[in-house]
C-alpha cells in the first residue's frame, strides 16, 4: 500500500476501502437491531429501560476516562508512521494507556461509592446493573484504545472487528440461549454481567490482533514523549467528546427522572433506528481519518479537498434512500419485532432521522476540524449544541415526553453541524462537495 496523493485520492480505492467498512459498519447496526429486539422480548420493556440507563452511565463515565485520547492517538498514529517516528509511537501508546487506566481506576471508585452511599430511588436490580456496568468503563476505554491504534496504522478493517462484531455476536449469541435454550432470570443486572464477558473477550481478541499487526520497528525503539503537546491537543478533542455523548445521552437522563423505564426503552430503540441514517458517515470517517491526518502533515489541501468530496458523495447517495426506507417501513419493524407497544417510539423515530440526516448529509465536517488540528473549534460548537439541547430538553420533554426529547436532539444536530460546516470554509478554504 503506497501513500502517494493520487492513489490517496483516488474513487476507486476510496470504495474499495469503503466496501469493507462498510459490511462492518452495517452488521453493527444489524446486529445492535437484533440485539435490541431480543433484549426488549427477554426483559420487557420496563427491564430493558434500566439496562439502557445503566449502559447510558457507562458510556457517560467514559467520557472523562477516555478525555479524547483515541482520538489523538488515531491522528498521532497516522502522523508518526508518516514520518516514521517510531519511538514517539511507542511513548504515545504507553503514556494514553497510563493515563486511561488510572482515570478509569479514580472514576469507577468514586462512582461506585456514590452509588453505595446514595442508592437514591433506584430498586436494588437498578443499583445492582450500575454497580456491574462500572466494570465496563475501563475495558471498553482502553478498548477504544487499542481500536485508535489499530486505525491509524490504517488497519481499518481490524479495528473495528472486536467491537462491532465480536462482541454483539457474542450477545446475540448469549441472549438466544438465554430465550429459547438456558433457565436464566431475565434481569438488566444479569444482562450486563453478561455484556461484560462479551467486552473481555473483544478486548482480548483485539489485543491479539494489534500484537499481530503492529510494526516491527516499534518493539526496539526508545520510547520518546511529547506528553504536553499531547495532552493539550487531547483536552479540547475530550471536552468536545464529553459533550458530544452528553448531547447522545441527555434524552436518556431526562427520561428517566421525568419519565417511565417503558419509554426510556421506546427512546432506545428510535435512537437505534436513527443511526442506521449515519452508517456512511461512520465509515466515511474511519477510513478517511488516518488519510486526512496524513495529507495535512504533508500540506496538501487540494489532496484533502478532493478526498472529502469524494467521501461525501458517497455520503449523499447512500443517505437519501436510507431515510426514506426508515419512514415508511419503521410502523411495521416495530411493531412486528418489538411488539405492539414500541410503536410509541415511532414518532421520535421519525425526528431523530431527521436529525440524522442533516448530520449525515452535512459531510465529514467534524473529522475534518480535528484531523487537521482545528479541534478547538469543534469543542466551541458542541459547546453552543449542548446548551442549545439543554434548554430545549428542560422546557420540551417535561410537556411532550418522547416527542419533545427528540425534538430537541434534532435541533442540536442540526446546530452543531451548521456551525461546523461553516468553520470549515473558513480554516481550510476548500471546496467541500467536489
Not at 58 to 65: E, I, Q, W
Request: glycine letters at 6%; a positive charge; aromatic letters at 10%.
Amino acid at each position: 500500500m503506497t501513500d502517494t496523493a493520487p492513489e490517496l485520492l483516488n474513487l476507486d480505492r476510496l470504495l474499495r476501502l469503503f466496501s469493507g467498512s462498510f459490511l462492518i459498519r452495517i452488521s453493527y447496526y444489524l446486529l445492535g437491531f437484533i440485539n435490541s429486539v431480543l433484549l426488549a422480548r427477554f426483559l420487557g420493556a420496563e427491564s430493558y429501560g434500566v439496562y439502557v440507563f445503566a449502559m447510558s452511565v457507562v458510556a457517560l463515565l467514559s467520557v472523562p476516562t477516555q478525555s479524547g485520547m483515541p482520538t489523538l492517538v488515531m491522528r498521532e498514529f497516522a502522523a508518526l508512521q508518516a514520518n516514521e517516528k517510531w519511538g514517539y509511537m511507542k511513548g504515545l501508546a504507553l503514556r494514553s494507556h497510563q493515563f486511561v487506566a488510572l482515570v478509569a481506576t479514580a472514576v469507577c471508585l468514586c462512582a461506585a461509592l456514590w452509588l453505595l452511599v446514595n442508592p437514591g430511588h433506584y430498586t436494588p436490580d437498578k443499583q445492582t446493573a450500575l454497580l456491574l456496568g462500572l466494570f465496563l468503563v475501563p475495558i471498553l476505554s482502553l478498548g477504544a484504545l487499542r481500536d485508535a491504534m489499530l486505525g491509524g496504522l490504517r488497519h481499518i478493517i481490524l479495528a473495528q472487528l472486536p467491537e462491532s462484531i465480536i462482541r454483539p455476536t457474542l450477545l446475540m449469541s448469549g441472549l438466544l440461549l438465554a430465550l429459547f435454550l438456558l433457565p436464566v432470570t431475565p434481569s438488566a443486572d444479569n444482562v450486563v454481567a453478561f455484556y461484560i464477558v462479551c467486552s473481555l473477550i473483544a478486548f482480548v481478541s483485539g489485543w491479539l490482533l494489534f500484537r499481530l499487526r503492529k510494526p516491527a520497528a516499534i518493539a526496539p525503539a526508545t520510547a520518546a514523549f511529547d506528553t504536553a503537546r499531547w495532552f493539550s491537543s487531547a483536552f479540547p478533542i475530550g471536552l468536545t467528546a464529553g459533550m458530544q455523548v452528553l448531547n447522545m445521552q441527555l434524552s436518556i437522563v431526562f427520561l428517566e427522572f421525568y419519565s417511565s423505564d417503558a419509554e426510556v426503552a421506546f427512546y432506545r430503540v428510535a435512537t437505534l433506528g436513527a443511526g442506521f441514517v449515519v452508517i456512511v458517515l461512520q465509515v466515511s470517517n474511519t477510513v478517511v481519518s488516518p488519510y486526512v491526518s496524513r495529507l495535512y502533515a504533508r500540506a496538501d489541501m487540494r489532496g484533502i479537498e478532493a478526498l472529502a468530496g469524494s467521501a461525501n458523495k458517497l455520503i449523499i447517495a447512500a443517505t437519501v434512500p436510507l431515510v426514506a426506507a426508515i419512514a415508511v417501513a419503521s410502523p411495521w419493524l416495530l411493531k412486528t419485532f418489538y411488539g405492539p407497544q414500541f410503536s410509541a417510539a415511532y414518532a421520535p423515530l421519525l425526528l431523530l432521522t431527521a436529525g440524522q440526516a442533516v448530520n449525515a448529509l452535512m459531510g465529514t465536517v467534524a473529522l475534518l476540524l480535528n484531523m487537521t488540528g482545528h479541534q478547538r473549534d469543534v469543542t466551541r460548537a458542541m459547546a453552543i449544541a449542548l446548551v442549545v439541547n439543554i434548554v430545549l430538553h428542560s422546557l420540551l420533554l417535561p410537556r411532550y415526553g418522547l416527542e419533545g426529547a427528540a425534538f430537541s436532539s434534532m435541533l442540536m444536530l442540526i446546530t452543531w453541524n451548521v456551525l461546523l460546516w461553516i468553520k470549515v470554509k473558513q480554516r481550510l478554504g476548500i471546496r467541500y462537495y467536489v
